[in-house]
């Protein structure tokens, strides 16, 4: 059974949607009320039928009390999104209103209008001058407007207008889902890694989000003093033991650990799995054991594990911890994924989130560690890669977070596929637990030990690889990769994976490649990545990306996303037309970022 809840503090945000009339009394507005209304409830029900939350719960609209003829119902409708908790502000309207009296003037929700293309009245002519009055404000705003005219009677939404609508809601409803929001740091900085220094201007700038900090140590005093729930723990043991089969020891023999240092692990690994998820989502359970405060939890949605070295030469390793928070199962059925960062890399962790509420499905966690050519495959194999690896693979593997979902055992059509939980059925959970084995950690790496996910991602199936950087005197910077992961001929894929660690998960990605830029070949995607890790998301989702993050000022350094899919506020041309990544950067810089002072 799916576990449907909001595991954190806070309403979800909904939709707020404004019909917008022309306030001419007298036979004007009159004969226009019905078709305005209309519009604003066809665009609730296509919202209400076709998205829901990342936690399975279904999106919600707020329509206004009346149509929006000027600037008192303007207010009257924005007291009402503020009582009901709107996130996102979407205005309709099929003809002529006044621009500046009727447009929505909150500066911290993510604004569009769809203005009709019908000739009997010129709600396109609407469109552009309220979209020019928010350009002229500073309050970017998106424009939708359909390619083909439709008479006026015509109540269907054109498919060209749904795809903008939808595009426009899933992005904003990610926006306003991460306000207020925490990402909690477990332990400090990660083997010099610079995601994992944590940018607090970043998050509350950008992200409207507040850091929250707990030293490592706090895992082991909450086991010392068992706080954590112990029958939930005896029933994830169960579990564990009776679904999570280890895999071979590849350690030295003289550094190998003896059995029962292995089941001592595999006990601390999993009240490490309890305890990092109620550091993050609290546990009202925990009120009963007389631990108040610590059921309380830190209101994250992400958080990261530093991990290594300070707790990995002592400690076994998060690997199995992260994994399994980042996998939409466990001992408790499905349920939404957490999105969760191995080495503590919050830059990697956010670019999670981002794909994590744009899909509703769970992230790949991966270095992006080797480029493969052709010819080096040739030498190393004898063999030749064909299909769509035939120009070159990138080896993403990561000892830790990667999802189990990956495996590629969940199927739709015949076809692996990473689904949204509530769809994922006890077989698929059943083959995705079957094809990973739990390797015993490299002690070279782990000294004190733990379990690796050990698998091969099956399938073909179309995905995006995201990484957000940070640049000195410039600031984020978001980077796109669209392609999909590859099945590779069975010896070259073990003679490539021999050459690395065999017990880590191993994902073969190619990148679409365009002829151009950082994507004239393979190399160039490699060489251009702006870090040493991507955070990978079933589907092709670049656009919506790029429509998410030019709502937080955030510009795209590095994409291949055709150009007719980019969805950006109605300002961004105003900085350029035929250089759009230019524009994109200029735009970003103008308005500067969503919460931070300009």
């Known amino acids: 059974m799916s576990n449907i809840q909001n595991k954190l503090a806070g309403t979800l945000p909904k939709v707020g949607i404004r019909p917008i009339i022309d306030g001419r009394r007298k036979g004007i507005r009159e004969s226009l009320e019905e ?18 939350h990342s936690n399975g719960l279904p999106v919600e609209c707020v329509i206004a009390d009346s149509t929006i003829g000027g600037v008192a119902e303007a207010a009257r409708c924005a007291d009402k999104f503020v009582q009901e908790g709107a996130g996102v502000s979407l205005s309709v309207t099929p003809c002529w209103c006044y621009g500046m009296e009727t447009i929505d003037m909150d500066p911290l929700i993510p604004k569009a209008i769809w203005g009709f293309n019908g000739t009997e009245r010129p709600g396109a002519v609407y469109l552009s001058a309220a979209l020019a009055g928010h350009d002229q404000m500073g309050l970017p705003a998106f424009g939708i407007y359909g390619k083909d005219v439709q008479d006026q009677n015509d109540n269907s939404i054109p498919e060209d207008v749904e795809q903008k609508l939808l595009q426009f809601t899933k992005a904003g409803l990610a926006i306003a889902i991460m306000r207020r929001k925490s990402y909690l740091s ?25 850091n929250e900090y707990v030293d490592m140590t706090e895992i082991i005093r909450r086991i010392e003093e068992e706080i ?30 003896s059995r029962s240092q292995k089941d001592a692990e595999w006990e601390m690994v999993v009240k490490m799995t309890l305890i990092a998820r109620d550091l993050m989502v609290g546990n009202p359970k925990l009120i009963e054991l007389g631990f108040t405060e610590e059921a309380e939890g830190h209101n994250a949605l992400v958080a990261g594990f530093q991990g290594q070295r300070q707790w990995t030469d002592h400690f076994p390793n998060g690997d199995f911890m992260e994994t399994i928070l ?14 969760f960062a191995t080495e503590n890399d919050s830059l990697n962790g956010l670019s999670m989130l981002f794909n994590h509420l744009l899909t509703n499905r769970a992230q790949i966690f991966s270095d992006i560690r080797t480029y493969w050519s052709p010819e080096a495959v040739k030498r190393v194999t004898g063999k030749e890669l064909t299909g769509l690896a035939k120009d070159g693979i990138l080896h993403l593997i990561n000892s830790g977070a990667t999802s189990l979902d990956a495996t590629g055992q969940q199927k739709e ?31 070279e790496y782990f000294r004190g030990g733990g379990y690796s996910s050990t698998f091969y991602t099956q399938g073909v199936m179309p995905v995006t690889m995201v990484r957000i950087n940070l640049i000195k005197g410039l600031g984020p910077v978001l980077q796109i990769a669209e392609g999909y992961t590859v099945n590779l001929h069975p010896e070259i894929h073990h003679i490539l994976d021999k050459r690395t660690d065999p017990t880590w998960p191993t994902t073969w990605f190619a990148p679409i490649l365009t002829g151009k830029g950082s994507f004239r070949d393979v190399y160039s995607v490699m060489n251009n990545w702006g870090a040493n890790h991507g955070a990978i998301s079933y589907g092709h989702i670049g656009k919506d990306l790029i429509s998410l993050t030019s709502m937080l000022r955030i510009p795209v350094a590095m994409h291949n996303v055709p150009e007719e899919k980019i969805f950006r506020p109605k300002a961004w041309a105003s900085f350029g037309t035929s250089d759009l990544e230019g524009a994109d950067f200029r735009a970003c810089a103008n308005f500067g970022p969503l919460y931070g002072k300009k």
């Not at 477990?186 to 507040?210: E, K, N």
């Not at 980042?326 to 999105?339: L, P």
């Open 186 to 210: 477990i332990g400090s900085v990660s083997m010099g890694i610079a995601g994992s220094q944590i940018s607090p201007d970043f998050f509350c700038d950008y992200l409207g989000m507040r």
């Open 326 to 339: 980042n996998t939409s199962f466990d001992w408790n059925g499905t349920r939404e994924a957490f999105i």
């Open 413 to 443: 059509d015949g076809k692996s596929t990473m689904k949204p939980f509530w769809e994922i059925t006890e077989e698929e959970v059943k083959r995705c637990l079957k094809n990973t084995k739990w390797s015993p950690a490299n002690l």
């Open 228 to 257: 954590y729930d112990k029958e939930e723990y005896e029933k994830a043991l169960v579990w564990v033991k009776e679904n999570c089969k280890e895999g071979e020891d590849r350690n030295r023999e003289d550094l190998k650990h």
């Open 35 to 52: 078709q305005t209304m209309r519009m604003a409830k066809s665009t609730a029900n296509l919202i209400t039928k076709k998205l829901r």
